[in-house]
């Protein structure tokens, strides 16, 4: 299956302070990535849709001023943690598909856990 | 509204005991459904998409299979390392999860 990585793999901070996680799909032209958030034993929230070249978009309940989200190349995003405060600590993992079509498979990266202090 | 419910929640397995996760779904217009396995502090991996009811997909001791309302992961013969969260989804213009099965086979 393609690969999708995600950098840093873990990052602790300190409050007020902001990160940047990158995601990159190796061996694919990513035409659309998405960013979730997990917490402990709970499923994955979809956060945003970036295509790339366009604005993301962003699901109901997400603060598009604090999660900035940049899908600059076909084979990079980023999200940036603007401000970051302890109840931001969690579980990011993105995803990347390389078609818009419902038969284009989507691929996840390992997942970038952050802890803030 | 679209929903993904799996059950059960959580699946306790003997090495070698066959069993099945179910995965319900409620869309209109089904266009692809997933199957991912998830281990702890890692994302998911993604195992089988399934596009119309009757389809069947394999992978090793993994078996996918697809009805109008339904989808079943049969298991057979699981071994340890099997020992996972297992997540389904359904496409509608993003995927919608449901909260996973999470599975434990012991030696």
């Known amino acids: 299956g393609a690969v999708v990585s995600q950098h840093p793999s873990w990052v602790i901070c300190k409050s007020g302070t902001s990160v940047k996680i990158e995601c990159r799909s190796l061996d694919f032209q990513a035409t659309t990535m998405f960013w979730y958030r997990q917490f402990p034993k709970q499923s994955l929230m979809l956060m945003a849709t970036?295509?790339?070249?366009?604005?993301?978009?962003?699901e109901q309940g997400v603060e598009k001023d604090k999660f900035l989200i940049n899908h600059a190349s076909l084979t990079l995003s980023t999200l940036t943690v603007t401000s970051a405060h302890p109840e931001d600590s969690s579980f990011y993992i993105c995803s990347a598909r390389s078609g818009q079509g419902s038969y284009n498979e989507q691929f996840f990266g390992p997942g970038t856990r952050l802890t803030v202090l | 509204e679209d929903q993904v419910t799996q059950s059960p929640e959580a699946l306790r397995l003997q090495e070698g005991e066959s069993s099945s996760l179910n995965c319900s779904y409620t869309?209109?217009?089904?266009?692809?459904l997933f199957w991912y396995r998830q281990d702890p502090g890692k994302g998911p991996e993604f195992l089988f998409t399934?596009?119309?009811a009757g389809e069947e997909k394999e992978k090793e001791r993994l078996k996918a299979t697809l009805t109008k309302k339904e989808s079943f992961l049969h298991i057979t013969a699981p071994k340890p390392e099997d020992s996972a969260t297992y997540l389904c989804?359904?496409?509608?213009?993003?995927?919608?999860f449901g909260q996973g099965t999470e599975l434990s086979v012991k030696p």
């Open positions: 970036s295509n790339e070249g366009s604005k993301a978009t962003y």
């Open positions: 869309v209109s217009g089904l266009r692809g």
């Open positions: 989804a359904v496409w509608r213009g993003k995927l919608i």
């Open positions: 399934l596009y119309s």
